[in-house]
């Protein structure tokens, strides 16, 4: 586990542009049975979280003309049941973190694995995303 102190302002992050920091396996089984979009971030303390992942998410959803209708996110390495309880709902990937998933009512229909976001940088993460939010995303 890492200390609080590290990783509140990574959780920050996320939450400050409108992501549900989801802790525990029932907040994370509740919010993946929501219908419409729900965009999942499996949050992490290592560098292509902080250089591309993180920056890349806030990137899509402040240039993209059509978003999820959810954020979520869960913190690997801090909420341990919760990113168990996550990554159920990933399956066959493995283990990914950071990772990114979009659901539509409740089914996954997109997913960036940690290979996918090493290397890059946030304008290709934010860029990929908002194809994914055209595909996946309904215009209200």
């Not at 168990?84 to 998933?101: G, M, N, Q, V």
């Not at 890059?120 to 055209?134: D, G, K, T, V």
């Amino acid at each position: 586990m890492y200390p609080e102190y590290l990783t509140t302002p990574m959780k920050q992050d996320l939450t400050s542009v409108g992501f549900e920091d989801l802790t525990t396996p029932e907040q994370v089984e509740e919010a993946l049975k929501r219908d419409g979009v729900t965009l999942l971030v499996i949050n992490s303390v290592c560098g292509c979280a902080a250089g591309a992942a993180r920056p890349g998410v806030k990137l899509a959803l402040k240039n993209a003309e059509v978003k999820p209708d959810h954020l979520i996110t869960v913190f690997a390495g801090v909420d341990k049941e919760a990113v168990e309880t996550a990554r159920k709902h990933l399956l066959p990937y493995p283990p990914s973190s950071p990772s990114i998933a979009i659901f539509k009512d409740g089914d996954l229909v997109h997913f960036i694995e940690r290979h996918h976001i090493e290397g890059r940088n946030a304008q290709m993460i934010a860029e990929h995303l908002e194809e994914a939010f055209e595909e996946f995303c309904s215009v209200a």
